[in-house]
């Protein structure tokens, strides 16, 4: 075993394909510090720049806790007053009769889509939806079917095909794509998954508190929450906190209480943290401008890639540079951090092979100037790489 470790790690370097770890030494706002040397941060999920926001900090330090950890399971004693107020304002916030909170979006994706599948059952999934879920559906053991990404005429010749032959189906996608930042056909989907009699589950990790009226996200901005059966997404991005939830029926929150084994056995969220989610929403609800800054600072830094010949994609807060080759990504990672620019080389198998990219997500704290010093920068690397 320690031979295949070896070669593997070796071969991974090789590759450009290593991960590492690096220790931040402070985050402030849109910036982070290693050591004395300061970047903008672009590979952030705190879309609002609301995880250091004073009114947050100042809320959390009014109700710092009696106590850290809840020291047991939801099941157990780790049912507090606050865990079920948060999945009433989540509920009411997603437009749905009940809601659930789990630890992370990791855990509530694994778990649910596990605990909805049984043998006979089938799963309709995007080629491009995230980890998490593809775990939930290969832990669930159930025959799955990949479709192309946003492709509902694929979608729909798979179900045309497959669907008759499996006793119950889930069609799974996440709303706003955390690689591509692009966003899913949920009202085709919705109108298939009525047609060929799924359910549907949809991941709003990346869109709550960015898209929609209230920040409750794309299912809620298109009206259509009626519609799709589980709406999943987390605190841990626009909302600055941690853990994640999801909004379903009273009757699907019971099963899930029952089954769902990664709700069931791990100790519940602490207290202080659920708080300050519930802080954060009515933060998200109020700030209505913060929304409207990230979305117009998106489209303009995607303008100006365009304009200088970038490949980008998408249409949201999060916005790739497609490099292509692994070593071309990190090779230019390495230059913008060089110049102060804190942006992460995406490379496969995280998205598909030949698309190695820059994913840069946008959060409120970046200004105008910033984008277009980082604009510029980026040009001065355009002939070094043969881009
Ligand atoms: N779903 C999506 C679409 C994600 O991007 C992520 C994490 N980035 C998760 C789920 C997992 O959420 P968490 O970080 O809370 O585990």
Known sequence: MEQRIKK????????????????????????????????????????????????????????????????????????SGVHIKL??????????EAALVFNSGYQANVGIISSLCRKGDCIFTDR???????????????????????????????LKKERSKYKSALIVTETVFSMDGDIAPIEK??????????????????????????????????????????????????????????AMSRELRDYMINVCRSFIYSTALPPVIVMANLKALDLVVKETKR???????????????????????????????????????????????ESGFWVIAVRPPTVPAGEARLRLSLTFNHTKDMLENFIKELCGHKKTLGY
Not at 130 to 152: E, M, P, Q
Not at 231 to 243: E, H, N, P, Q
Not at 302 to 323: A, C, D, S, W, Y
Request: charged content about 25%; some cysteine; overall charge positive.
């Open 8 to 79: 593997f790690l070796a071969e991974r370097k090789e590759k450009g394909l290593l991960r590492t770890l690096t220790p931040i030494s402070r985050f402030s706002g849109s910036k982070i510090y290693i050591d004395s040397k300061e970047y903008v941060n672009f590979s952030s999920n705190d879309y609002l720049g609301i995880a250091d926001d004073p009114e947050l900090i100042s809320a959390v330090l009014r109700i710092l806790p009696d106590r850290v950890g809840i020291s047991g399971s939801r099941l157990m004693t780790g049912t």
């Open 189 to 246: 989907i919705v109108h298939l998954k009525d047609i060929y009699k799924c359910m549907f589950m949809v991941d709003e990790a990346h869109a709550t508190g960015v898209f929609g009226q209230n920040g409750a996200g794309i299912v809620s901005a298109q009206n259509l929450s009626g519609k799709v059966d589980i709406i999943m997404g987390t605190f841990s991005k626009a909302l600055g906190g941690f853990g994640a939830y999801a």
């Open 87 to 96: 999945e009433n304002r989540i509920a009411e916030f997603k437009n749905k």
């Open 291 to 337: 929304r409207q800054v990230l979305l117009e600072n998106s489209t303009f830094l995607r303008e100006k890639l365009l304009e200088n010949g970038f490949k980008t994609k998408g249409e949201t807060q999060i916005v790739p540079v497609i490099m292509g080759e692994n070593k071309k990504a990190l090779l230019l990672s390495d230059r913008l951090k």
């Open 128 to 158: 491009l939806n995230h980890a998490s879920i593809t775990d939930g559906i290969l832990l669930s053991g159930v025959k799955y079917f990949r479709f192309k990404h946003n492709d509902t005429g694929h979608l729909e010749e798979l």
